[in-house]
C-alpha cells in the first residue's frame, strides 16, 4: 500500500514527491511513463523561475528536481496510470495502462494539460523558437517587436490584452466574423490602439530560419494570401485537460471538474473526494506557470501528509 | 500613480515584482523597509526550494531574487507603509510611516507573518541552529534524533504529528494540563508511541555549544527541573500577522479577515476588495513555504495586469 501516489512528474508531482518523502511518508510513488520535467522541458528561454536569475533551458531548469526528491524516498515509477478508482475504505486502487494495480491511501493529479495546436505549416518545426503557447512565459521576448496571436476565444483575447502590453503591435487572427468572448473584453481589444484584428482567416504557414520565425503567412477569406513580418506566434486555440485517469466506468469523473475538465480545488488543493488531491495545470485557475505548478504540488503533500496521519490514528482506534 | 504597489519584501513580493513588471506594468514599486528577501533569510540550511539540490542558507537562496526582478524595472522603496486606504475612485492611497504618500491603481499586501517567541534564555541565541518555529522547514534536519516541541494549540499539535513521523520521539511541552484543541486531534498525538506530552511545564533554557543546541532545561509544576538531551527545540505558541497597513480608521480591516487576522483569498489571491490582492504568509491557509509565497505573488501580479487592463478600458470608455 502506497501512501501517497502522484500522477504526473511535471512540477507539480516533482515538488509534490519532494515534500511528501521529505516529510516522514514512507512509500512516495511519482508515476511519470516519460521523462520528469514536464512541458516546461519544451522551452528554450526561462527568466521568470523566481531565484533562477541566469537565462536557462526548461531541460536545464528541471534537471535538479528527480534528484531533489528521490534524494528523500521518492520513488519514479515509468508507468502510466489508465484509472483512479475509490474502494469503499476510503482508499485508492490504481489501475496501470500495463493492467498492473497499485493500491494508496491518497492520491495527488498533476497530470497537466497540453496546449492545443492549430494545425498549420512550420507550427510545430517552430514551436520553442517563436512559436509559443503561452503570452506569460514568452510575451517579454518580444518587447517592442510585433506579434501574432491565433484563436478568438476567451483565452486568446485575454491573452492578446497581455500582449499588448508588450509588444509593438499585435496582430489577432480569427477564423470566424465575430469573437464569441463578452463584448466588454471584445471592447477592451479593439481599444488597444496596437491591436490589428484580422477576421475570417486562417494561418496558413509560418516562415523562419535558423534564428527563429521570421513571419505568419495567412489565408483571408476571399482566398488571398497576407504575409504577416512578425517574429512571434501565439496560439491559444484550447487545451487538453489530461483528465483521463479520473474518468470513471459511468463516464463521470471521480471528482468535481469545470466544464472545461479542469479538477476543482480549494486553497488546500483538497478536491471533494477526501485523500484525493490535485495540482498544478490539470486544476481550475491554474496559472500555467511552473512555480506556481510546485506550490500546488508542496501544498498537496502537506495536506495528504495531515489526511494520512488523520486515517492511520482512525484505524487505529477502531 | 503607481500601476502596481507591492507592500513587503519576502519571497511573495519580489515574485510578484518580477512578473509584474515582466508583464508589461510601467510603474511597479515594492516597498520594503528592512532587507528583501523575507524570513527565510534568517534560515541557515535550505534544501526543499524546488530546483535548488544543494543545500544553501536562506540568504544565498533569496540573493538573486532582487536583481531578477528590478532588472525588468521593479523599484524598491526602502520606506514602510502605515495604512492602505481604497479612494471613492478605486485607486488606493498609501501612506507611509514617514507621512509622505503614494497612489496605486492596485496593491499587493505581501507582509507576512512572524512567529511569536517563547521568551525563554537562550531562545534568540540558538534560533536556526537547534531553534526552530517550523516542522515542515526543518523537520527532516532532525530525522532519527529527539525533538522538543513547545506549545499546546492546534499548530503545535499539528507540528508535533508531523515531527512524530520523522524525529525518534518528541517531547511536547504545554504550560496547562489539558489541550485546548478538538479531542480526536489530541487522541492522535497520544496513540502517537514516540510522542511524550510534558504537561504543566515551561522551558526554562535552551543548551548548546558552537555547533548547536544540545538540549533544553524545563521547569515542572513543582519547581523541579528536567533536562531533555534534545538536539532541537520547535516553538509553536503563536504568529503575528502583519496585517497592520490594512487597519482603518474605525478600527476594521480594509478587506475580509479570518478570525486571526488572516487576509480572505480565493484561488486567485483576490480579497473582498477590487484591486487588493494579498499574498504569502499574511493570507489564510498560508502553507509558510518560500515556493508558496512566490507562488502566490506571481498569482497576484498576473491577476493585477489583468485587472488594471479592465480598468484603463473602463475610464477611456467614460
Known amino acids: 500500500m502506497l501512501d501517497f501516489a502522484i500522477i504526473g512528474g511535471g512540477p507539480a508531482g516533482l515538488a509534490a514527491g519532494l515534500y511528501a518523502s521529505r516529510g516522514g511518508l ?53 508507468d502510466e496510470v489508465a484509472r483512479i478508482t475509490r474502494r469503499e475504505d476510503g482508499t485508492f486502487l490504481l489501475t496501470m495502462v ?5 493500491e494508496a491511501l491518497s492520491v495527488l493529479v498533476a497530470t497537466g494539460s497540453v496546449p492545443k495546436m492549430a494545425g498549420f505549416a512550420g507550427e510545430k518545426e517552430f514551436l520553442g523558437r517563436g512559436v509559443s ?26 491573452e492578446a490584452l497581455y500582449l499588448a502590453d508588450l509588444a509593438s503591435k499585435v496582430y489577432v487572427i ?8 463578452p463584448p466588454a473584453m471584445v471592447d477592451r481589444l479593439k481599444a488597444r490602439e496596437n491591436v490589428e484584428l484580422v477576421m475570417e482567416a486562417k494561418p496558413a504557414e509560418v516562415c523562419g ?22 517574429p512571434g506566434v501565439f496560439i491559444f486555440v484550447g ?19 469545470t466544464e472545461w475538465g479542469e479538477v476543482k480545488v480549494d486553497l488546500r488543493m483538497h478536491t ?47
Chains 1, 2 share one sequence.
Not at 530560419?209 to 512578425?230: A, F, I, N
Not at 487545451?239 to 471538474?257: F, K, P, S
Open 239 to 257: 487545451r487538453i485537460v489530461r483528465n483521463n485517469a479520473l474518468l470513471q466506468e459511468g463516464g463521470h469523473y471521480l471528482c468535481e471538474t
Open 26 to 78: 514512507k512509500e512516495v510513488a511519482m508515476f511519470e511513463p516519460g521523462m520528469p520535467g514536464g512541458q516546461i522541458t519544451q522551452s528554450s528561454e526561462i527568466e521568470n523561475y523566481p531565484g533562477q536569475l541566469e537565462v536557462v533551458s526548461g531541460m536545464d531548469l528541471m534537471e535538479s528536481w528527480l534528484p531533489q526528491a528521490t534524494r528523500f524516498g521518492m520513488r519514479h515509477e515509468m
Open 98 to 102: 500495463s493492467g498492473k494495480t497499485h
Open 272 to 318: 471533494d473526494v477526501a485523500g484525493l488531491f490535485a495540482a498544478g495545470d490539470v486544476r481550475e485557475h491554474a496559472p500555467k506557470q511552473v512555480v506556481c505548478a510546485a506550490s500546488d504540488g508542496v501544498i498537496a503533500a502537506l495536506e495528504a501528509i495531515a489526511y494520512i496521519n488523520e486515517e492511520k490514528a482512525k484505524n487505529e482506534g477502531n
Open 133 to 158: 503557447t503561452c503570452a506569460t512565459c514568452d510575451g517579454f521576448f518580444y518587447k517592442g517587436k510585433e506579434v501574432a496571436v491565433i484563436g478568438g476565444g476567451d483565452t486568446a483575447i485575454e
Open 209 to 230: 530560419d535558423q534564428s527563429g520565425v521570421t513571419g505568419l503567412k495567412v489565408t483571408l477569406k476571399d482566398g488571398s494570401e497576407r504575409d504577416l513580418p512578425v
Open 174 to 181: 480569427h477564423r470566424r466574423d465575430a469573437f464569441r468572448a
